[in-house]
């Protein structure tokens, strides 16, 4: 699966962004899609996953973060409300093969480049 992040960039703290994730290959809509975010300095964390059974999100995004996919379109969204300086990264969409959502950044093959978010305050 090729995956391509867009929709990135600057905003002011509590301003709404969305992310968009274009996905081309086989089988797309069986995969689980995740969102994952890296900022300087530390490691790659879950944000977001879609797939069967769910969406599942870390804490700290709970009620700001929504993803969605539509699969006829072979896209996944991510709407970040209240956006905060912590959010500030670089964000990447992931595929994982079995449909199932995981937040582990090793359970996924395949990776976008990612799509830079900076939230000033």
């Known amino acids: 699966v090729q995956l391509e992040e867009s929709g990135g960039g600057s905003v002011q703290a509590g301003d709404s962004l969305r992310v968009s994730c274009a996905a081309s290959g086989r089988f797309v809509s069986t995969y689980a899609l995740g969102w994952f975010r890296q900022a300087p300095g530390k490691e790659r964390e879950f944000v977001a996953g879609?797939?069967?059974?769910?969406?599942s999100y870390r804490d700290s995004v709970k009620g700001r973060f929504t993803v969605t996919r539509d699969n006829a379109k072979n896209m996944a969204y991510l709407q970040m409300n209240s956006l905060k300086p912590e959010d500030t990264a670089v964000y990447y969409c992931?595929?994982?093969?079995?449909?199932?959502?995981?937040?582990?950044?090793?359970?996924?093959?395949?990776w976008g480049r990612g799509t830079q978010v900076t939230v000033a305050s």
């Open positions: 879609i797939g069967r059974g769910g969406v």
């Open positions: 992931a595929a994982k093969a079995g449909g199932v959502v995981s937040s582990t950044p090793q359970h996924y093959a395949d």
